[in-house]
Every structure is written in structure tokens, then in C-alpha cells.
């Protein structure tokens, strides 16, 4: 009974390709996002996703595209892969009445 | 937007001394102020969290106070133990609910030493 789930857990890749991340919640929260971990540990915000729709995108190349296709899901599409994309990306998702944020197990890409 | 500072990055204690870490936060309007414990390879899971109207939270060994006009909130861990080491992060957020996202500090790595 997973709360947040993502898919794949370690993803190696090749400059240029084009990958994508799934991300599955059952908890009922409203609100999804993506955060980024690089290698000095820092967690930063990518998107945040409210009820399908776009609430946060920060400064993330537009190479990164994010779709939620229900308030349940959170797919993180990234297209001509880089070797500074290389990172843990994680999913999370926080309940409407509050902001605790719940994290799914992470993603590590390495872009070689 | 908001920015959060933390400090130390790392930190090294004996078993059964306590720990503190310290973050402070730009955006006045920040409102709750939430710590992660993230353990080698696993997801960040919350430990202990404080909001904007609260001075101080305790539970068992983990305690977080908030002083909202300094702008800087604070993590104690007293008696650590070996399963304390991980990397503790602190963050803040502000905005209305369904629009908000943590904006976390840059980490402290803590080792208890046995």
C-alpha cells in the first residue's frame, strides 16, 4: 500500500534521449510536485501540480515537461537528456488542508 | 520567493549528546516550518514540524522552537543515538494552501558517533 510511487527507481541513459518518470499517488492529495536532488544533496522545486493543474514551474529548462494526466498522477517528461540532468528526481504530493509533503522513493538518473 | 539558510552542513556528536541545527527564512509570510530526516539512499520523511503560531514542539527526543521576528527555527535532538545519522533538512513555505511548495535548506549531514 504505497503511498507515493515512482517509476523507474534507477534510470542510465545515454545523451539526447528523451526519458520519462511516472508518478502514482493514493493518498487522495490535491497537490503533486517534483523536486530535484543533485549530487551536493540540495532539494529543490521543479513543478507543483493542484487538482491537474500547473501551480509552480521554477526555472527548469523547457526540456522538462511535467503532465498530469489525473490528480492522481504526475509524469515528469525530460527530452534531449544532458549529463547535468543527472540527479535524484522525487515525486511528492501534500493534502489540500495542509502542506506536509509525502515523497515517493526517488528517481536516479544518470545521463552518460 | 522564499530562502532558506541552514546550518551546519555537517555535524559530529557522541552518542548520547545533543544535536542542534539551525535555518533561518526570508519570507515573512512563511507559516510552517517542517524537518526531514533522509536516511543513505531513501526518500526525505518528515520528523517533526511547527507553525507560524506555535513557539515550540516536543516529541520524545526531537524538539523544534520558531522565533518568528528573528526568522530562524531550530532542530534539537537530545540522547542521539548510532540511527540518528542522516542528513536533516529544514524548510519553510508561504502561500495559500494547494499553492505551496517547500523550499528547503541545503542540509546537515549528522553523525553520532557510538
Known amino acids: 500500500d504505497t503511498a507515493v510511487s515512482q517509476t523507474p527507481k534507477y534510470l542510465v541513459t545515454q545523451m539526447g534521449n528523451d526519458k520519462s518518470i511516472k508518478c502514482e499517488q493514493n493518498l487522495g492529495h490535491d497537490t503533486m510536485y517534483w523536486y530535484k536532488q543533485d549530487s551536493k544533496k540540495f532539494l529543490k522545486i521543479m513543478f507543483s501540480y493542484n487538482n491537474k493543474e500547473l501551480i509552480i514551474n521554477e526555472t527548469v529548462p523547457n526540456r522538462f515537461s511535467p503532465k498530469s494526466p489525473d490528480k492522481a498522477h504526475l509524469n515528469l517528461h525530460i527530452n534531449s537528456l544532458e549529463l547535468g540532468d543527472s540527479a535524484v528526481y522525487f515525486c511528492a504530493s501534500s493534502p489540500p488542508w495542509d502542506t506536509e509533503a509525502f515523497f515517493g522513493q526517488g528517481t536516479r538518473l544518470t545521463v552518460v | 520567493g522564499e530562502n532558506v539558510e541552514q546550518h551546519p552542513s555537517t555535524l559530529s556528536v557522541q552518542e548520547g549528546d545533543s544535536a542542534v541545527i539551525k535555518c533561518t527564512y526570508s519570507d515573512s509570510a512563511s507559516n510552517y516550518f517542517p524537518w526531514y530526516k533522509q536516511e543513505l539512499g531513501k526518500r526525505p520523511q518528515l520528523i517533526i514540524d511547527?507553525?507560524?503560531?506555535?513557539g515550540e514542539k516536543k516529541d520524545q527526543r526531537i524538539a523544534v522552537t520558531l522565533n518568528k521576528t528573528a526568522k530562524h527555527f531550530s532542530l534539537h535532538i537530545t540522547e542521539t543515538q548510532p540511527e540518528d545519522s542522516a542528513v536533516y533538512f529544514c524548510?519553510?513555505?508561504?502561500?495559500?494552501?494547494?499553492?505551496?511548495?517547500?523550499?528547503f535548506g541545503s542540509g546537515t549531514r549528522l553523525q553520532v558517533q557510538p
Open positions: 524548510a519553510a513555505t508561504a502561500g495559500d494552501t494547494g499553492r505551496r511548495a517547500l523550499t
Open positions: 511547527i507553525r507560524s503560531n506555535v
